[in-house]
C-alpha cells in the first residue's frame, strides 16, 4: 500500500473542506445555513427545515427553492453546507432542492446500525414519504451515488431520473490501489482538520470520532456488486466521473452501454442516459468543477429523453 496515495487523497479530502468551510457561513447547531454561490453572488434560504422520523433515524434534511424535486446526496465525512453549501443556489432557481444528512453525518445521529448504502437509501425514500413527495430526481455524488444507485434499485418507483457523479456500484469499479487505501482511512489522519470541527460543531463528541469514520469506511470495506441491478434500472441515468477520478473508466462504460451507450447516435439515435468524462477533474475535483457538470445535469433532469431517430 502507498502511503503517498493514502496521503494525497486524504489532502484533498481537507483542501474541499477548508474551501468548503469558507464559502459557507457559520451557524448554530441545529439551524439552516443561507447557503451562497460565490461565483454569481446568489443567496437562498430553505423554505423547509427538519427532521423526518425514518427507520429509528431523525434524519435531518433541508428543502431550498421550487420546481421539480431533485434530493443531492452528500459525499462520506460530508453535511450540507460542506458539499452542497455553493451548489444549492445553483439549482434552486428551476428545482425544489432537498438535501438531507445521512446516518451519523452533520446533525443526522447515528443510531446502533451499520452505516449502509441499502439503509441509506430506504432513509431517502422514508424522508420523501415524509416530505409527501411522490417522486423525484435523485443526484448523487460518491458515498451518495452508492445510495443514489440503491434508491433507484429499491425504491424504482420513487426516482424519475438518476445522476451519479464519481459513484460506483460495485466495489472494483475503484481503481485497485484506492480501493486499498480504504482501510487505512482512520480518524487519526482528519485530526484538526475542518472534517473534524464540522463534527463536534453539530455536538458530536470528538471521542467517538475515530469510531465514526471507521463506521463510514465500512460500507466500502465490505464487497458489494450490484451490476445486474443496476443494469436493469428503468429510469434514465447520467453518470459523471473526472478524466482523474477514483472510479475505473471501464466502470461507468459497462453501465452506459447496458443503457444503450457504445452506439452512433446519427446511425441508431441517442440513448435516454448519458455519460461524461470531464477533464482535469479529480474525485474531490468533482465538486469544485461544478461549472462544468451544472449545465450538463441540468439539461439532462429538462430535456425530453425520447430516443432520437437517425439523422439520415
Not at 423526518?52 to 427553492?65: D, I, P, R, S, T
Not at 460530508?78 to 444528512?101: C, F, S
Not at 433507484?152 to 487505501?181: C, F, K, M
Request: one cysteine or more.
Amino acid at each position: 500500500m502507498n502511503k503517498y496515495i493514502i496521503k494525497g487523497y486524504l489532502v484533498i479530502i481537507i483542501a474541499m473542506a477548508i474551501a468548503a468551510c469558507q464559502s459557507a457561513p457559520k451557524e448554530p447547531q441545529h439551524e439552516a445555513v443561507v447557503t451562497k454561490d460565490s461565483t454569481a453572488g446568489r443567496t437562498v434560504s430553505p423554505s423547509d427545515t427538519g427532521y423526518a422520523e425514518v427507520n429509528g433515524l431523525k434524519l435531518y434534511y433541508e428543502v431550498y427553492g421550487t420546481g421539480k424535486p431533485l434530493v443531492l446526496l452528500h459525499g462520506s465525512f460530508m453535511n450540507i453546507p460542506m458539499n452542497w453549501g455553493q451548489i444549492i443556489p445553483r439549482l434552486a432557481g428551476t428545482h425544489k432542492v432537498i438535501v438531507a444528512e445521512m446516518q451519523g453525518h452533520g446533525r443526522t445521529r447515528d443510531i446502533p446500525r451499520e452505516i449502509g448504502y441499502e439503509a441509506m437509501a430506504d432513509d431517502v425514500s422514508g424522508l420523501l414519504k415524509h416530505l409527501r413527495i411522490d417522486s423525484a430526481d435523485v443526484l448523487g455524488y460518491s458515498m451518495g451515488g452508492g445510495v443514489a444507485y440503491q434508491m433507484a434499485i429499491r425504491h424504482p418507483e420513487q426516482v424519475r431520473r438518476l445522476v451519479v457523479l464519481s459513484g460506483t456500484y460495485a466495489h472494483n469499479g475503484w481503481w485497485p490501489d484506492v480501493e486499498a487505501s480504504f482501510a487505512a482511512i482512520t480518524g487519526d489522519v482528519f485530526k484538526g482538520s475542518p472534517i473534524m470541527t464540522e463534527y463536534a460543531r453539530y455536538g458530536n463528541d470528538t471521542a467517538h470520532f475515530n469510531d465514526f469514520v471507521k463506521k463510514v469506511m465500512s460500507a466500502d470495506l465490505k464487497p458489494y456488486d450490484w451490476t445486474k441491478e443496476v443494469k436493469n434500472i428503468k429510469a434514465p441515468l447520467f453518470i459523471g466521473l473526472g478524466d482523474a477520478d477514483g472510479v475505473r473508466y471501464e466502470h461507468a462504460l459497462e453501465l452506459f452501454r447496458a443503457k444503450g451507450g457504445g452506439k452512433m447516435g446519427d446511425l441508431h439515435g441517442m440513448p435516454t442516459s448519458r455519460l461524461v468524462i470531464l477533464p482535469g477533474t479529480t474525485h474531490i475535483g468533482m465538486m469544485m468543477h461544478a461549472d462544468m457538470w451544472i449545465p450538463m445535469v441540468s439539461d439532462f433532469l429538462d430535456s425530453d429523453l425520447s430516443t432520437a431517430p437517425p439523422a439520415f
